[in-house]
């Protein structure tokens, strides 16, 4: 995944704009709606546009004093994005603007993270107690999406609270969340999980892994069959398998991660889905369903970093 940056990094803007005063109107050049002259941290449509339609924004004016933006009235503001402002040294004010507590949490986490090889796989087979690996801990809370009303197939998410604070290793390091709907060019994912293998209905004691085709919810959609419980696609699920069969999730991995790692050598894994469900495991002609991270964003901040 390409690294989020400022709006103002990305136009790489290198001239200053003529002084207006702020609460002015202007009209954006992109919609051609018109708009007031704000700071980018007061603006409510510049957040929505830039991350999730990729629409820059119109300056008013781009000085080391003082950044406004040309900020309209059409949209409404996502409640958990906050600006902030960072200051490099004496002389030059950066702005790096309109990221998601989860993205900054993703910076903060990984500070640490030292490249290093792993295997493929992490092997059990014994039962473990919590003093016998520090990184081991028990759940205090079951979040469940308020939404998710069993048996049906929709908002299939939950968050694990657990006893206490993991100390990030070489073995242990935090995943970050994908924020955007789209999976860029990506193509494929990586799905783990300790379900069941091949015909056996014994789950493994090896977390198995296997690469999956990313595929629109327009090309799967024809082929999963519905029933009272699934009535087709939501823009909340993704679709992810092999058509050709032979690879997949199956009973035993629900809950698991699916995740995308663009820089393998840091080992630095961005979940994008959570296994949900599936047909026939491994069938050709039947991929699987899973509930898309990015549509969850604001409900996970809220409970996770409630306080940012």
Not at 72 to 79: D, G, L, M, N
Not at 183 to 204: H, K, L, R
Not at 207 to 216: F, H, K
Request: with cysteine; glycine share 6%.
């Amino acid at each position: 995944m390409k690294e989020i940056t400022s709006i103002i990094t990305l136009l790489l803007i290198q001239h200053v704009l003529s002084y207006v005063r702020e609460g002015e109107r202007c009209v954006d050049k992109t919609s051609r709606v018109s708009g007031q002259c704000l700071q980018p941290q007061h603006c409510q449509s510049a957040n929505k546009d830039f991350f999730e339609r990729g629409i820059r924004p119109t300056f008013c004016e781009y000085s080391n004093k003082r950044i406004l933006i040309c900020c309209t009235e059409k949209q409404q503001v996502r409640p958990s994005v906050r600006p902030v402002w960072q200051n490099n040294n004496a002389n030059s004010n950066k702005f790096r603007a309109l990221e998601r507590v989860s993205e900054r949490k993703c910076k903060e986490y990984n500070k640490g993270v030292v490249p290093i090889y792993f295997g493929k796989y992490i092997f059990g087979g014994t039962n473990a107690n919590p003093e016998d690996f520090p990184h081991m801990a028990t759940i205090r809370t079951i979040h469940k999406h308020p939404d998710y009303r069993p048996p049906s197939r929709y908002n299939d998410i939950a968050l694990l609270e657990l006893t206490q604070d993991m100390n990030i290793t070489d073995d242990v390091r935090p995943a970050c969340l994908w924020t955007k709907y789209d999976f860029e060019n990506y193509t494929t994912v990586t799905a783990t999980g300790w379900g069941v293998t091949e015909n056996t209905t014994i789950p493994t004691n090896v977390l198995q892994m296997v690469s999956l085709n990313l595929y629109s919810n327009e090309v799967c959609d024809p082929v999963m069959p519905r029933d009272r419980n699934w009535n087709g696609f939501a823009p909340t699920q993704m679709c992810a398998g092999v058509f050709t069969g032979g690879k997949d999730t199956c009973q035993g991995d629900s809950g698991a991660p699916l995740q995308i790692t663009p820089k393998p050598r840091e080992k630095i894994h961005y979940i994008v889905g959570v296994t949900s469900f599936g047909g026939r495991c491994a069938q050709k002609g039947h991929p699987a369903i899973y509930t898309r991270v990015s549509s969850y964003l604001d409900w996970i901040e809220s409970i996770v970093w409630p306080n940012e």
